[in-house]
């Protein structure tokens, strides 16, 4: 069974420009979250989307928003991009919502820098 | 969730066990452990959980103590492939979302 995918994998973008991120999860997992990863603040939780609906999300700002689609991939979307945004995007994916608990398995992530 | 603690970093010989340690003394009832491994600027690739019985698949073993307030990962005949960042994270199987937080890890570096 093929794992998470994210695309595209390296990104470099300029302040104030946006920045949309896609993940695959694996074959019949219906949950899709994201995380920042960053030398300083180690892995921060962005949301979860699970049956096209944001179920949790984390303290970010409006920046950072997100939707998921019937087939159950996932996008992530940062607008007006910061020097700050510069990190690891991660996606992971699960059968079940975060609340039942399940097993998250990452993707490789997308690595974002912004010049 | 319950914090943990592990060390900041460990040396293994290729072909040895590896046996990365995991304080949780704060664990309750409902929390399993689970295990991941970050190797540099990948993805973390999920490893191995329980909830109080030892736990075997094909990459580790997990050794869960009686009272639950500590475990060991163990990596049988570490390569040099298992050289990478170790988390150790407790986690609740219900209640609120229960999204992952990863701590500092175990940096286990395998020597030739």
């Known amino acids: 069974k093929a794992g998470v995918t994210q695309t595209p994998r390296y990104l470099i973008k300029t302040r104030g420009q946006q920045v949309t991120l896609s993940c695959s999860p694996i074959?019949?997992?219906?949950?899709v979250s994201w995380y920042q990863q960053t030398p300083g603040q180690g892995l921060q939780f962005l949301f979860e989307?699970?049956?096209?609906?944001?179920?949790n999300k984390g303290n970010f700002p409006g920046r950072f928003s997100g939707r998921q689609f019937s087939n159950s991939r996932s996008e992530m979307n940062v607008s007006t991009l910061e020097l700050g945004d510069s990190a690891l995007y991660l996606c992971?994916?699960?059968?079940?919502?975060?609340?039942?608990?399940?097993?998250?398995?990452f993707g490789p992530g997308t690595r974002l820098l912004v010049l | 969730d319950a914090k943990t603690t592990q060390p900041t970093s460990m040396d293994c010989a290729e072909g040895r066990a590896a046996n990365l340690p995991c304080n949780h003394s704060?664990?309750?009832?409902?929390?399993?452990v689970y295990w991941y491994r970050q190797i540099h600027s990948q993805g973390p690739q999920y490893i191995i959980h329980?909830?109080?019985n030892n736990e075997t698949n094909e990459m580790a073993s997990l050794i869960i103590t009686e009272d639950r307030k500590s475990s060991t990962l163990i990596l049988p005949h570490a390569t040099l492939r298992d050289t990478a960042v170790y988390y150790c994270?407790?986690?609740?199987?219900?209640?609120?979302?229960?999204?992952?937080?990863f701590g500092s890890g175990t940096q286990l570096t395998v020597l030739p």
């Open positions: 992971a994916s699960s059968f079940q919502d975060l609340a039942v608990g399940e097993t998250q398995y």
């Open positions: 074959s019949g997992h219906r949950s």
């Open positions: 989307y699970f049956s096209e609906t944001q179920r």
């Open positions: 704060t664990i309750s009832g409902n929390e399993y």
């Open positions: 329980g909830l109080k």
């Open positions: 994270i407790v986690r609740s199987n219900s209640g609120s979302a229960r999204q992952l937080t």
